[in-house]
C-alpha cells in the first residue's frame, strides 16, 4: 500500500472520468436491484440490505486481491472523483464570472442535490463551496485514509456506502427506516478522514487553534456529523459565512450559519478550490506515512507469528 494511494491520486489528477459505463455508476444500478429485492419499511430490511452489500465488498475486495498493486491502484483511481467534482466547481465560477447564472444553475445538479432554480448568485456560491468542502472529504480524504489503513477493502466499502447514502439516505416516507443503516455506515467510515481534514484546512487558517475550537462548537448545530465540521471549517478558513436556507425537492431547510465572514462571491470558488488542493497534497503525505506504519505493523505481525 506503499505509493499505490498517492499513484492512483495522481492517475485521477491525469485520467479523465470514463463518461459511459463507469464502474461506480454500474455499482448503483445493481444496487437499485438489490434495493427492490430487500426493500420494505423497516430498518431491519434497511439493516440486511447494508449487509448484503459488505459481503459483497468482501467478495469483490478478496477477487481483486491477486492483482495486488494493480488492483489496489486501479479501484482507488476509480473511486476517487475529486478532480471531476473539480473541474465542475470551475465550470460554474468561470459561467458566473462570464455573468451566465443560467449555465451556472444548469451544472450545479452536478454537485449538489439541493433545488436550483430559485438561486441568485450567491445562493449558487454558497452551494458550490459546500460541495467543494464536502466532497474534499467523500471524494478525497476518505479514500486516500481508508485505502492506506485497509487496501482495497477499505477504498470499495467506503466508495459503495457514500454511493448508496446518496440512494437510500434521504429523510424521507420512502428511505426513513430502510436508508437508515446504510447512512450511519457512512457516517461512521467518514468520521476520522472529515475531521482529519478539518484540522489540515485550519492549519492555513489565520488561526488554526482558536478556529479548530469555533469549527467544533458550530458543526454541532449542522444535521450531518461531517458535513458540518468541514462546511464549518472551510467557512473560517476563507472567512466567508456558509449554510442558511435551502430547499430539496420543494422542502425548505434552514441550515446553520458556520463561518464567521461575510457573504460569498464568485472568487471564494477558486479560493476554495485551491485550498481544497493544498488539504489534498498535505492528505498525500500524511497517508504515505500512514500506509508505511502499516505495513510495519503487519510485518511485525507476521514476525510474532
Known amino acids: 500500500m506503499v505509493g499505490e494511494i498517492q499513484l492512483a491520486y495522481l492517475i485521477d489528477q491525469i485520467v479523465p472520468e470514463p463518461k459511459k459505463y463507469h464502474p461506480v455508476s454500474s455499482y448503483g444500478k445493481f444496487s437499485t436491484y438489490l434495493e427492490e429485492l430487500f426493500y ?10 447494508a449487509l448484503a452489500n459488505i459481503e459483497l465488498v468482501a ?43 443560467d449555465r451556472a444553475k444548469k451544472r450545479l445538479p452536478s454537485l449538489v442535490g439541493r433545488d436550483v432554480d430559485s438561486l441568485d448568485e450567491r445562493g449558487i ?18 479514500t486516500l485514509v481508508l485505502g492506506s489503513v485497509f487496501g482495497v477493502f477499505g477504498v470499495l466499502l467506503h466508495r459503495v456506502f457514500n454511493t448508496l447514502d446518496a440512494m437510500v439516505g434521504k429523510k424521507n416516507s420512502r428511505y426513513l427506516n430502510f436508508g437508515m443503516a446504510c447512512a450511519r455506515i457512512d457516517d461512521l467510515l467518514n468520521y476520522v478522514p472529515s475531521r482529519v481534514s478539518s484540522v489540515i484546512v485550519l492549519g492555513f487558517s489565520k488561526s488554526p487553534v482558536k478556529n479548530l475550537k469555533l469549527a467544533r462548537q458550530q458543526a454541532l448545530l449542522h444535521p450531518s ?21 435551502l430547499s430539496y425537492q420543494n422542502i425548505r431547510e434552514v441550515r446553520p450559519i458556520v463561518g464567521t465572514g461575510g457573504e460569498v462571491r464568485a472568487d471564494d470558488i477558486l479560493r476554495a478550490t485551491n485550498l481544497k488542493r493544498k488539504v489534498e497534497y498535505v492528505l498525500l503525505v500524511l497517508t504515505l506515512a500512514l500506509s508505511l506504519v502499516v505495513r510495519k505493523l503487519k510485518s511485525i505481525k507476521r514476525e510474532i507469528k
Open 40 to 49: 420494505s419499511d423497516s430498518k431491519i430490511s434497511g439493516g440486511l440490505f
Open 59 to 101: 467478495f469483490l475486495a478478496l477477487l481483486l486481491k491477486k492483482y495486488r498493486i494493480f488492483g489496489l491502484v486501479a479501484v482507488t483511481a476509480i473511486s476517487l472523483s475529486g478532480k471531476m467534482l473539480e473541474d465542475e466547481a470551475l465550470e460554474i465560477y468561470r459561467s458566473l464570472k462570464a455573468g451566465n447564472i
Open 125 to 142: 456560491v454558497r452551494a458550490t463551496v459546500e460541495s467543494i468542502a464536502e466532497n474534499t472529504v467523500d471524494a478525497v480524504a476518505s
Open 225 to 245: 456529523p461531517n458535513a458540518g465540521i468541514i462546511e464549518a471549517s472551510f467557512a473560517l478558513a476563507l472567512n466567508i459565512e456558509l449554510g442558511g436556507e
